[in-house]
């Protein structure tokens, strides 16, 4: 089944404690992004990649690190989490989307519930 | 820089009616795709229907419509015949082909909620 799997689903942990939320896709995607979503503010675009090796930083980058190693994973890295990391975190992969297509769709994780206490 | 506006935070509609739910954005950028996708309480992203800024047809995808006007800078989603399983929060979103290819930008959301 085409799917992204992220891991964990649900973490509580406490200020200044590194995490790292896994993604991972069976699709053979190359472009792959992390979204958080908050209450009222939709969905907002942390960082994203368009192929191994290649990063950028979306609206929200500040506090987050990413690493594109192999092109079905892209861990969103926590360094020192913060409470305003609070959130409901999104990976989400498709294909490259340098052309208009419907093959630009997003497809979505399950998402990851962050608290940092 | 990409943006998306959505007006209406909360929307009812009784059951078996339709109902538009509005999206207007603004991009500098001749290519790009919208979206839109529902989330149900359950949390999780669902696709719903995609209309590319050169399509000359409006979107459809079964019960959904994608009201395309290019000049107004709209795409406004209409659901026709609404069941009470279509109660979500529902996102337009865009990302841009040329520009800024890697970008994706989201609404707000709209929340949704059917009558029996």
């Known amino acids: 089944e085409a799917q992204v799997t992220q891991n964990p689903r649900y973490l509580i942990t406490v200020t200044g404690k590194k995490l790292t939320v896994t993604c991972s896709q069976n699709?053979?995607?190359?472009?792959m992004s992390w979204y958080r979503q908050d209450p009222g503010l939709g969905l907002r675009q942390i960082y994203y990649?368009?192929?191994?090796?290649?990063?950028d930083k979306g609206d929200v980058p500040e506090g987050y690190k990413v690493s594109r190693k192999e092109k079905r994973n892209f861990p969103l890295i926590l360094e020192s989490p913060s409470p305003n990391q609070t959130s409901l975190y999104f990976c989400?992969?498709?294909?490259?989307?340098?052309?208009?297509?419907?093959?630009?769709?997003?497809?979505f994780g399950a998402g990851s519930r962050l608290t940092v206490l | 820089a990409q943006k998306i506006t959505q007006t209406q935070p909360g929307m009812f509609v009784q059951e078996k009616e339709a109902v538009t739910l509005d999206c207007t954005y603004d991009?500098?950028?001749?290519?790009?795709?919208l979206f839109w996708y529902k989330q149900p309480s359950s949390g999780e992203m669902i696709f719903l229907i995609y209309?590319?800024?050169?399509?000359?047809q409006n979107a459809t995808e079964g019960r959904y419509s994608l009201n395309f006007q290019k000049a107004r800078k709209s795409a406004n989603l209409v659901i026709s015949a609404s069941q009470l399983g279509d109660s979500a929060m529902y996102f337009c979103?865009?990302?841009?082909?040329?520009?800024?290819?890697?970008?994706?930008?989201f609404g707000d959301g709209t929340t949704l909620t059917v009558k029996p």
């Open positions: 989400a992969s498709s294909l490259k989307g340098q052309r208009q297509s419907g093959a630009n769709v997003l497809t």
């Open positions: 699709m053979n995607h190359e472009y």
């Open positions: 990649s368009m192929n191994v090796e290649v990063t």
């Open positions: 991009t500098s950028d001749q290519s790009y795709g």
């Open positions: 209309q590319g800024s050169y399509d000359e």
């Open positions: 979103a865009m990302r841009e082909v040329n520009t800024n290819a890697g970008k994706s930008t």
